[in-house]
Structures are given as C-alpha cells and as structure tokens.
C-alpha cells in the first residue's frame, strides 16, 4: 500500500466516524479554497530583441493552482491541484506539468496535532527548519510524511516531523524513500515559561530549541587535491541545532536565535567541511505614534538542503530570513538583496514616528515619517593553511574571525519615506531610496561584469479620492544611478483609475532613459484592467515586462524580459 | 503536571524521533575528510583540445520528415569525422507506437526527460551542444551545419574519456573520466548513454513509409539517469557506471555517448562516442 492510499484510508476512517457519531455532522463541517490562474500570451518584440524564432514554440504560460481543504470536528483534510502548461517565463522548466503535489490529512485536539501528508512548518526564525510555498517564486519544498505535535501542559508545545521534501513534480516512484533525496527529520520545542508558571506578569519569556538532521544515502564526491584524487568522507547524517529566546516586556522585544550546522559538504559551498553558525537579533520597542527595531545578523556557510549536490532553488530546509526592506515601488525593486547562504553579516534599523493630528506640521490627519536602514557585508574568510586556496574542496573550506566584517560590501539601503493626508480627499506617500547593490556578487556574476551600482530614487504616490466611489492615484519615479551603471536611469509614471467596489483601470510606463545604449531606451509600457467581486480578482493586461530579479524574502527568480497579453484570475471561498 | 504523554503510545513515538535524531549526526574527523583513491585519470591525454558537437535529435519513427534530420546527420559525421556526435531521442506524438506497421516503441525514459524539458513542438528537433541559438534551445537541422564549423573550432574547458568498458553477462560497466579547465568552478555534470546503429524498421518518409529504413545512433538507455551526475567543476575526476544489458540491444551496434555540460545552462562542453566492442 503506497503512502497516498495510506492518506486516503486515514481520511475516509476519520470522515466516516465523524459522521457516525455527530448528529449535528453538517452543522460542524466546513469546506474552504482558493483558486489562481496566471496566464501569458507572449508576443515578439523587436525593440526588445524577442524575434519569433525566440517564441518557437514558447508563445504562452499558465500557472494555475487550486486549493481545497475540508474540516469537520477535529479533523482536516485537504488537496492542491496545480498545473504549469508550461510554466510562464522566468519560473524553472521543471515545474511543467499538473497534478496533485500536495494533499494532507489532520487531526487536532487540545493536546495533540497529527498530520499525514504534505505540511508546511517552520521552527523559530527558520535557521533549522522551514518547509513553505510561495506561488510567485514557484517554490515549494513542503514536507511529504508525518507531523506531530504535542501540547501536553499548558505553554508547552513539542513538534516532532520527518518527511522528504518536494522537488517539483518528483515521480510517483519517488514519493517516499527517495534514494535521490535525503531524509528530513526533525524537533521542536516551545515553552512559554509565563504560561507554564503560571506568572501573568510583563515581562514575557519564551524558550525555544530545534534539532534537524537530514539522513541522505549513497554520496560519493571526487576531488582533486595536491594532484591526487581524492574521495570524500561524506556525512550520511548532517544535523543543525538552533536555541532561541524572546523576551517581551511592555513594548520593548527582543528575540535572539542561535544555530550551529555540523559538516555538511555540498555542492553549494562547493564541498567544504566547515560547521555553519547563524546568529541573528532582533530588538524593538514601539509606543504609540513611535516605533524602533534594530536587527543583526551573522551567517557562515548555512546552506542546508535534502540533497547534496543540489544548488538551484529547491530542496532547502532551513531558510535564512532577510534584514533588507522588500520595496514594493517598481524601480527600487530593480536592485533588491538575495540572500547570501555562504556568508553574509548584515545590520537593520528601522524607525517609525507619526507626528501627532493637530500640530503644526501633523496637520489635521497627522504625518507618519518611517526611516529604513539595512547593510550587508561578505564574511572574512582566511586560508585554513598556506597554500591551500580558500574554498579548497575536500578541507574545512576558511577561517573566519566571527565578528570581522569581510572586505565586500554587498548592499545598502537607506530609505525615507513620508506619509501625508493634506485633507479628505487628497493623501500621498513621498519616499527617497538609496541603494548600493554589488550586482556581480549578489546575483553570482563574474567579478567585474557589473561592477557596484549606486542608485538613487525618489517617489511619489499621491491619490485622488474624487467622490465617494471614485479615485485616481498618481505614481511617479525617478532612478538614477552613479556613472549610469548597469542600466542607468529610469522613470516612471503610473495613472490606476478605481470606481469602488469592483473596477480598476490603469496605464504606466517604466522609461530607462538614462541607459548607456542608445538602441536600450526602452520605454517599458503597460495597460490594466480589473474587476474585483467579493473575493474574485480578474485583471487582464498588455504591456512590456523588464527582465530583472523578483525577491520575496531574500529568495529570487530571475524574471525574463517579455511582451505580450496575461491575464490572472483568482478567487477565494 | 498534567501529562499526556504518561502511559501513552505518543511518548514512544517522540522518544524515536528524539533518539534517531540526537544519533543522526556524522561529524566527520578533519583529519579524515578525504583519502586517496587508487584511479587512474589521465590528466595528459584526455581527448580533444576543440570542441566535439553533441546534436540531440528529437525524431519518431512516424514523423514524415525526421529522414531528412538523420541523412543531414550523417552528412555532417561524413564531414567532419569524430567532430559531430548525434543521438537521436525517439520521443513525443511521432515516437508513440500506432498499428502493426508502427508497433515498435524505441522511447526511453530518459529520452522522454529530455524532450519534455526542452518541449519540441515540432519533428524533427533538436539541440545543439544545448546552446541558445537566438534565445532558444531549439534548431532546425538546416541550421546545423553553419553551427558545426563555428563551434568545432573553439576550444574545449572540458574533457571528457570513456574507459575501462566491461562487458559482463547482464552489465556493462565503465569508467568516464572528466577534466574541466576553465579559469573558476562551474558546476558540471557528466552523462552516459548506449546508443545503437543499423537497426531496420520501419520510418515515414514524406508521403510513404520506408519498410527497411535503417535508424542510428538511437538513445536505448543510460547509465546515470537523463542528466547525469554531478562532477567537479573544476579539475578531474572521474565516475564510475554500470548498466544493465537489453537482451534487445544488439551490442555489436551499440557505441557509448558520454558527455560534460554545464548544470547551471545546459550547455554540452565537450562529448565523445565510443564503439561498445
């Protein structure tokens, strides 16, 4: 009996005493979904080099996905049915196909949560562990096994799992027992120590600790070392620990998370046997009208994926969150920060203050000012020994001092941003950005194809509430960048028209003006329109889409540069 | 304390998962990280210094027009002989078998990978050493010729040598040795796969079906899966493979394909052809 049948048992023994013994069984059931479809119709655009022998063939993409998830009782169960037919452009061709990646079967009571299936999971900030999707990046390494948690005294909570993770559309010999992956097993345990001694004081405390391991069979790696070959001692077992703490009092936080990875040679730090460690700190205290955070953090070499020799992105088990805004304006996207699994130090400030309504400068609805400042070093990285380079596959890789920055920076971001109601009809958000993005390191090109771009944007955003059911939002932007590196300046103008509740209409250009290339200039031009019912989202568009990288999180996909017609509808129930 | 866990079978299951995992630690001694291997790779001798085309030829034994792909292919290996590998995947709707007169299936799994990855929607197909040629993967056969002589003159990062070929009563094993020198790592994988030659069956051919046409170079099977097996990106090594024998494979036919592409773009760097026997 393979493992989907096993599910399914589950599910209709469950559904099936449910319904014998409820009497009031339909009463308590409850079914919810959602539903997306994106589509594209590519077309060829000279301007932008995409001839038709380009598009032979690739003339159109669609990701669809459907959700269905059922409860009754205690118990849940649900399904996901997806389809790339192909995938649109810029997400990996691996992902072609359609079928049921995901489906689960659930179990909760005061005490306990089981779950068979796929499950999604995440222990403290994701250091040791984090199975997650992310439509828009077309990333899934959910967790395909079993789940289990325990709450057995009031503030303790103690996860236990162990799986194999998705990797696109594994076949269905592959589902469980995949030689070609490693086993994902893992515990978590949470104490909220108020809750458990009873204390229903400030401050609040909370003790947490994580423990990973992935089991993956059959390694053999060959190196070259002193012009001799060389077999790796691999490690069938790799294991990552983490310990946290968080610490709340009033409005002050803090929350810290150690993690310590033993040996895990991989083809993502090019097979080196140093242990990882991740450090990461985050304080904040916030009152009403002001808010500050500060965050650190230091990564070394905590990669950490179900498959050794896998470097694109899937299979990752632990997730290293980012200390960088995610800007949501178009042109400050164009240089947003990925990740750096192999070494980053990075430091994040932010501060939030709203002026008060009825001042002088607050005006009659008040003012809020937000300051957002992050930076990212590489790590220092030392020969282990003279004459062995640094990364040496087949060695402890580097030294590294642990609170020495390297000598790269890799990003900055400065930003301020303002926001205003100057009356009831009329409000806007006023930002200045400046970025220094080291393109060549952060997006892995050779040394010096790039070089360091130095970006400074600025942007308004200002809406029209013409009447009760009407308004016009205005948003224009301006990039330029030092020396016009990369690709120089931009701007952009954006009119969105909306009749509330359902329509919206709008037209934008992106116009790279400032490119070093003449024939470059492109004016990158987009029409829209939506209707939106209830909680149904149809908009169609025809336009130009630049290439570029599309980060959520820290983790990004390259998004080809493309013209035609799409179009997204989605809904929820 | 309240306790759930007391008397309860849940406890075992924690305790399992706690214990396997506590236990599921190799850390591996630094003075033991690696140790010498008894191989012997040819650093010297390892093949060409120019490159070796490797065409991937989608055909079907029902499509009308995959002749004129497998007469320019031999066109091309006349040409430029030991410069131009072909091997023609058997895949897609023109593979599919259909009545008596189509009733052979030469598809393979891992030909049908690679055709779906690259997604021909036209027969005959192909890719060339998996360079984008205009943005795209896919060439037309009238195109190979202009791209032979332009990449058969560059030189080649990698290298690649097929060795040591047993061939047991149900195995054939190898030895395929690489050289990448390029000025930093990449990362690479090798590929292995039998091809075989001279085998007569049926084949459209524009209006009409050739009864007795002769199919080479056709993909029958492989030793490491579709798209290989990691090696260094850097260097040498080398790979160790084995495969079971298809009592249908005539092995006096059959020749060995083996390849070094780049993992991050696809592109073959470098490929070789070996006779079985």
């Known amino acids: ?573 | 304390m309240k306790s759930l866990l007391k008397g309860s079978f849940i406890k075992y299951i924690f305790l399992t998962i706690i214990v396997a995992s506590v236990f599921s630690c190799d850390v591996i001694d630094p003075n033991n990280y690696m140790e010498p291997i008894d191989v012997e790779v040819d650093t010297t001798e390892v093949l060409e210094n120019k490159r070796v085309v490797l065409i991937e030829e989608f055909t079907g034994h029902r499509c009308p027009n995959c002749p004129g792909a497998a007469a320019e292919a031999h066109k091309l290996q006349q040409l430029y002989p030991g410069k131009v590998v072909v091997m023609c995947i058997h895949s897609g709707f023109y593979a599919m078998p259909m009545g008596l007169e189509f009733s052979n299936d030469f598809r393979t799994p891992e030909g049908d990978s690679i055709c779906n990855h690259f997604s021909p929607s036209t027969f005959p197909n192909s890719t060339f050493c998996r360079m984008l040629v205009d943005g795209n993967y896919l060439v037309a056969y009238q195109d190979w010729e202009t791209l032979v002589e332009e990449v058969i003159n560059q030189d080649a990062i990698a290298n690649v040598k097929v060795k040591d070929i047993t061939i047991n009563e149900n195995t054939i094993d190898i030895k395929v040795d690489t050289k990448i020198s390029s000025e930093s790592s990449i990362n690479a994988n090798v590929c292995a796969f039998i091809v075989e030659s001279k085998i007569i069956a049926p084949q459209a051919n524009g209006d009409s079906v050739d009864e007795t046409f002769e199919h080479n170079h056709m993909l029958r099977g492989a030793f490491a899966g579709a798209w290989g097996t990691s090696i260094l990106g850097l260097g040498v090594d080398s790979k160790s493979f084995s495969i079971d024998i298809n009592p249908e494979w005539n092995l006096d036919n059959c020749s060995i394909i083996a390849y070094v592409y780049n993992s991050s773009t696809l592109e073959i760097l470098q490929a070789v052809e070996v006779n079985l026997k």
């Not at chain 1, 059931?29 to 060829?44: H, M």
């Not at chain 1, 909220?192 to 003790?207: G, H, K, W, Y």
């Open chain 1, 1 to 573: 009996m393979n493992f989907k049948k096993i599910i399914l048992a589950v599910g209709i023994f469950l559904t099936v005493s449910n319904f014998l013994s409820a009497q009031n069984f339909f009463d308590q059931s409850y079914v919810n979904g959602s539903f997306q479809t994106d589509g594209q119709l590519y077309l060829s655009d000279k301007a932008m080099g995409i001839t038709d022998s380009i598009l032979k063939g690739n003339r159109y993409g669609m990701n669809t996905f459907g959700e269905l998830n059922y409860s009754v009782n205690n118990f849940r169960a649900g399904m996901r049915f997806e389809a790339y037919t192909p995938p649109l452009k810029g997400f990996d061709t691996k992902a072609k196909g359609l079928g049921i990646p995901y489906f689960y079967a659930s179990y909760s009571n005061k005490y306990i949560d089981v779950t068979l299936g796929d499950f999604y999971e995440q222990f403290g900030a994701g250091f040791a562990l984090r199975s997650y999707q992310e439509w828009n990046l077309g990333y899934d390494n959910a967790i395909r096994g079993a789940k289990v948690s325990v709450m057995p005294y009031k503030g303790i909570k103690v996860t236990g799992l162990t799986g194999y993770q998705r990797w696109f559309w594994d076949t269905k010999d592959n589902w469980l027992g995949n030689n070609n992956k490693g086993l994902v097993t893992g515990f978590d345990g949470n104490f909220f120590i108020n809750d458990i001694f009873d204390l229903e004081i400030d401050p609040q405390f909370t003790l947490g600790g994580s423990f990973v391991t992935k089991n993956e069979k059959d390694l053999s790696k060959t190196v070259i070392f002193n012009d001799t070959l060389q077999k790796l001692n691999l490690p069938d077992n790799v294991a990552t620990s983490a310990a946290r703490f968080n610490l709340s009092w009033g409005g002050f936080s803090l929350y810290s998370e150690y993690a310590y990875k033993i040996n895990n040679p991989s083809a993502y730090n090019n097979y080196i046997y140093r242990p990882g460690r991740a450090l990461f700190i985050n304080t904040s205290y916030s009152m009403k009208g002001f808010g500050v955070s500060l965050a650190a953090k230091r990564v070394d070499n905590m990669s950490f994926k179900s498959k050794m020799d896998a470097t694109d992105n899937a299979l990752d088990i632990n997730f290293i969150p980012p200390l960088t805004k995610q800007h949501l304006y178009s042109l400050p996207s164009i240089y947003p920060y990925a990740s750096q699994l192999n070494g980053e130090m990075s430091l994040k400030g932010n501060v939030i203050y709203t002026i008060p309504k009825k001042t002088k400068i607050g005006g009659r609805y008040g003012m809020s000012i937000e300051a957002d400042f992050s930076i990212v070093y590489d790590i220092d990285r030392q020969p282990i020994a003279e004459g062995i380079p640094i990364n040496q596959p087949g060695t402890k890789g580097y030294e590294s001092s642990f609170f020495k920055l390297g000598e790269n920076r890799l990003f900055t971001d400065f930003n301020l941003t303002i926001t205003k109601k100057f009356n009831k009809n009329w409000k806007g958000i006023f930002s200045y950005i400046y970025l220094y993005y080291d393109k060549d390191r952060v997006e892995s090109h050779p040394i010096g194809e790039f070089g360091i771009v130095n970006a400074h944007t600025g942007i308004a955003d200002v809406t029209w509430k013409i009447n009760s059911k009407n308004s016009l939002r205005m948003e224009t932007q301006f990039l330029f960048t030092k020396d016009r590196a990369d690709k120089g300046h931009w701007a952009t103008m954006l009119l969105e028209y909306s009749i509330a509740p359902n329509w919206f209409f709008s037209i934008s250009d992106e116009y790279n003006f400032g490119n070093k290339n003449e024939a470059d200039r492109l004016h990158y031009y987009n029409f829209s329109a939506g209707y939106v019912y209830r909680a149904s989202r149809f908009s169609v568009s025809w336009g130009r889409q630049r290439e570029g990288l599309l980060c959520i999180g820290g983790v990004c996909r390259y998004v080809p540069a493309s013209t035609g017609i799409s179009f997204s509808v989605s809904t929820s129930f």
